[in-house]
């Protein structure tokens, strides 16, 4: 069973660029066919979809966050992580580490969460000063 868990700072200040980690157990991120990806969830709003990070290193945003966010990746910690660049208090939500067993593209502009069969608990970032 693969299990995912967020980790970073709760707190983040305008402009400052917003990082965080999701650990993965019970499989490796390297497994053919699976992806890797963040979400988030406003307050009051539904999920959002950010980007995702292949198994083979390929990446793929959501296009109004593509100029801004980054995924990466640790295979020798069996980590993926992500950096948002230039915050503000619109970024504030719950963000999740989720991956699906299968190709997912945010090029279609089509967000859907059920889509992903793991997820992490979530963890909240409050961007403010």
């Known amino acids: 069973q693969v299990q995912l868990q967020e980790s970073g700072p709760g707190l983040v200040k305008p402009s400052q660029t917003l990082s965080l980690t999701c650990t993965v157990s019970g499989g490796s991120i390297t497994n053919s066919h699976f992806y890797w990806s963040w979400i988030r969830q406003p307050p009051g709003k539904g999920r959002e979809g950010m980007g995702a990070?292949?198994?083979?290193?390929?990446?793929n945003y959501s296009e109004s966050l593509k100029s801004r966010a980054s995924i990466s990746r640790d295979t020798s910690k069996n980590q993926f992580s992500l950096q948002l660049h230039s915050v503000t208090p619109e970024d504030t939500a719950m963000y999740y580490c989720a991956s699906v067993a299968a190709p997912y593209s945010y090029s279609s502009g089509i967000f859907s969460s059920d889509a992903f069969d793991y997820w992490g608990q979530g963890i909240q970032v409050t961007v403010s000063s």
């Open positions: 990070r292949a198994y083979d290193g390929d990446t």
